[in-house]
């Protein structure tokens, strides 16, 4: 493999969208050599200049295809002198990486707690249990792989609540088009569990907590490997896709010393070390914030907007790696927003403005003050153009489809067929346009 001529150790980007697009800015912009690798360096985030990308295919699925082709790049940086530096931006990357530890030690270095706490990470239903045994702020939560009482649970739990997979396999995606449901009474609890057990029998049954999406909040951390605290900080949701239980489209930094210290105490109780977050919701009925979901040993979703503000993360995270001195970071600008352009368009077109949420006037002021993008940055042209050309093309197909459609054209007839068959499914999944929901998600 021919690489450049690297006058210090690289980091190694797995991962070139979103998450991987923040890194590579956030590391390149100071100095540090970036190796970027992925099997589609036609998405947006591999049009970045930040980084040497590398194709390696079948890179999504994980596997040895992957840890080959770092074996490849290992040798040859070994050849220079250098080890790189892996930072993992999605689950099943860090999964791999902390997996096959052992065969990447001779050529790479990185900072993940050892297997066991990192598949708390990857496995909610672990992390859960945890945080019920010992008792972190969680909203009461059951699963259907013990011995249970359905009847039971639904007479006990609080109305609205989840149901979902712990992990959703091949049969649970073809057979569901979301992630999840919600249930507005211990009936709908119950329809929904005769619907959904016989395809998939492990199942979390949680309390919904609720509130609106700007309720949704972060604490971020990075745990040297003595797990000092080598920065904090935090911020919140403003707008989600799907709206309610997506991933942010619009965030901001925001001080929280709650969730700055609530993080770190939770973290290092796992025993975790390096990049960590761990997200909460104020629950409306009591307003107690409660956890939703914790990361670790990877990037997270809109993690750009911790460099704007003044912390950079992943060069603490390489710097830490390499064994040089860092300061704790604390401090960080408030208020800075982060859009992702594609995303933002999306859960406001299909959620705020046709539920009356947002006007356009309230749309575009909600983008006020100061502002860093998933996409757009004037040093780094290439993403954001190829993202606006994607949108183009998705829009210019719409408008070919309804042209077709013109002149009494129905609807498919499974579409038709499903919502006949599986009415109780579409009013429970609370990831689709409200009119075909009962109920409230605040």
């Given at each position: ?50 980084c040497h990308k590398v194709h390696c ?204 210290a609530e993080t770190v105490r939770i ?176």
């Open positions: 493999m021919e690489l450049p001529r690297f006058e210090k150790p690289p980091a190694i980007v797995l991962g070139l969208g979103q998450n991987g697009l923040a890194s590579c800015r956030a590391l390149g912009r100071v100095g540090v050599p970036v190796i970027g690798i992925d099997d589609d360096l036609e998405q947006p985030g591999a049009q970045t200049k930040y295919p079948g890179f999504t699925a994980g596997g040895d295809r992957l840890i080959e082709k770092l074996a490849e790049i290992g040798r040859e940086l070994e050849r220079q002198g250098h080890r790189g530096v892996l930072l993992p931006s999605g689950d099943l990357n860090v999964q791999l990486v902390s997996q096959r530890r052992e065969e990447l030690d001779p050529w790479f270095l990185y900072r993940l707690p050892s297997k066991e706490v990192l598949e708390l990470f990857l496995d909610k239903k672990s992390f859960y249990k945890i945080a019920i045994e010992r008792q972190y702020p969680l909203p009461r939560t059951w699963f259907t792989d013990e011995v249970h009482d359905i009847d039971a649970i639904a007479a006990e739990i609080e109305y609205p609540c989840l149901i979902k997979p712990y992990q959703p396999t091949a049969v649970w995606r073809e057979t569901f088009d979301t992630r999840l449901f919600l249930a507005d009474s211990a009936e709908t609890l119950k329809r929904l569990y005769d619907i959904i057990f016989p395809v998939h029998q492990d199942l979390i049954i949680q309390e919904y907590m609720p509130g609106d999406d700007a309720q949704v909040f972060w604490g971020v951390t990075y745990l040297g490997g003595d797990q000092t605290p080598l920065a904090v900080w935090s911020g919140r949701k403003l707008r989600m896709y799907p709206r309610g239980f997506g991933t942010a489209t619009l965030a901001e930094s925001r001080r929280d010393p709650w969730a700055a973290l290092k109780d796992v025993g975790h070390v390096g990049y960590g977050v761990v997200e909460y919701k104020r629950d409306r009925r009591d307003g107690k914030p409660k956890i939703t979901e914790a990361t670790g040993g990877r990037t997270w979703f809109p993690h750009g907007v911790v460099t704007r503000s003044g912390i950079n993360l992943p060069f603490i995270w390489y710097r830490e790696v390499l064994g040089e001195k860092v300061e704790p970071q604390t401090a960080f600008e408030e208020g800075i927003k982060w859009i992702h352009e594609e995303r933002d368009l999306k859960t406001v077109s299909l959620y705020f403005l046709p539920e009356g949420r947002l006007s356009y006037r309230q749309w575009l002021q909600s983008y006020r003050g100061r502002r860093t993008y998933a996409y757009s940055a004037w040093d780094d042209p290439g993403p954001i153009l190829a993202s606006a050309s994607r949108i183009l093309e998705a829009g210019w197909n719409r408008l070919q489809r309804l042209s077709r459609g013109r002149g009494g054209a129905q609807k498919p007839v499974a579409q038709v067929n499903r919502r006949k068959k599986d009415e109780i499914l579409l009013e429970t999944d609370p990831t689709v346009g409200k009119g075909l929901r009962r109920i409230s998600l605040d």
